[in-house]
C-alpha cells in the first residue's frame, strides 16, 4: 500500500488565493475548505487509500521562542484563518485521520507520521504531499518522497540532491544558512545556495565539517571553520533547531507520537483506514459546503 500525507494548512492557504469566495448559508467563508476537500477526494478517486493530514491548529508554535521573527498569525485575513476549524472538521467527517497541531507543526506531524509509516512493512511508498523545503530533510530513497500535487512532481533522494545540491540529511543546515523567508528568518550574511550547497555536499553536516577540518588542519577547511565557529553557537544552531523537524530525530519521535495522537490511539500511522467507503461521513456540512449528495 501507498500512504499519502497531507499539509492540510498549505493546500488551505493554496485554495484560498486561487478560488473565488463563496459563503455558506450563514455569511461564513467556505471556499478553500471546499477546494481542499475536492482535492482530497480527487485522490480518493485516483486510487489514494491511506491518506493522513496534518494540520497547523494555531500557526504559531515552540519555534516562536526559538527565533523572535518566525511565522505568526499576524496578518492572516479574517476570511482564512475562520476556516482553519472548519477545515479539521470537514476532513473528520470524510472519515480521514487529521492531526491538528498545537505546540508543534503541521511538518511534524507529517515528518513523524512519515517515519513511522516507513516502518511499515506493509507500506510500499510513502508521499509527503507538500513542497516544503523543510520536509526535504525527510526525504528517504525512494520509500519516503515529496509531491509537489500541483506542479505533479514527485522528488526523491537523488530529486532532493539534484533541487538543492546537497542530501536531505542536509537540509536543516542548508536553510539555517540560506534562510526561508516564507517561515520569517534570514540566511546568514555571504551565503547563498550554491557556496551553501558546496560545503555540505562535501561534509554533510557543519558538525562533520568542523570535526574533518580539525583532524586535517588544511587552510581552506580552517579558513571555513573560522568563519562559521562563532556562528554554530549562536545563530547557525538555532537555525537548525528552527529549521529541523522531528522526522530526522528519531529519539524524539516517541514523544511526539503520544502528543500528535491525542485523542487518537497510541500509533501515528496504524496504517490509516481505507477512504473510499467513507464518503457518506461527511454530514450536514457536506451541504453547507457545496457538496452534491452522491459524492
Partial sequence: ME?????????LFRHFHALPRAQDSNGQEVAAVRG?????????????????????????SFRNELWSGYKTGDGIEP??????????????ALGITVWPMVEYEADDALA??????????R???????TPDKDLAQCVRDTRIVQLDRRRSIVRDEKGVV?????????????????????DGYPGLPGWGAKSTAAVLSRFRTYRSHSEESAQMGRDSCGSIQRRLRGLWRG???????RT?????????????????CEPHDSQVVPVLPPSQPLFGRLTPNRQALGFAATC
Fill in 3 to 11: 500512504v499519502h500525507l497531507v499539509d492540510g494548512t498549505y493546500e
Fill in 235 to 241: 545563530r547557525l544552531q538555532d537555525g537548525r533547531s
Fill in 244 to 260: 529541523g523537524t522531528l522526522g530526522i530525530r528519531r529519539g524524539q519521535i516517541v514523544k511526539f507520537r503520544h502528543h500528535a
Fill in 123 to 129: 507500506v510500499e511508498r510513502v508521499f509527503l504531499c
Fill in 79 to 92: 476570511d482564512l484563518l475562520s476556516q482553519f476549524f472548519l477545515l479539521e472538521e470537514a476532513v473528520t
Fill in 112 to 121: 513523524a507520521a512519515a517515519a513511522e509509516a516507513a516502518e511499515d512493512r
Fill in 162 to 182: 539534484a533541487k538543492f545540491g546537497v542530501s536531505p540529511v542536509s537540509i536543516p543546515d542548508y536553510l539555517a544558512l540560506v534562510g526561508d523567508a516564507a
Fill in 36 to 60: 481542499v476537500l475536492g482535492s482530497i477526494l480527487g485522490m480518493i478517486q485516483s486510487g489514494a487509500t491511506h491518506i493522513g493530514v496534518a494540520t497547523d491548529h494555531v500557526i504559531e
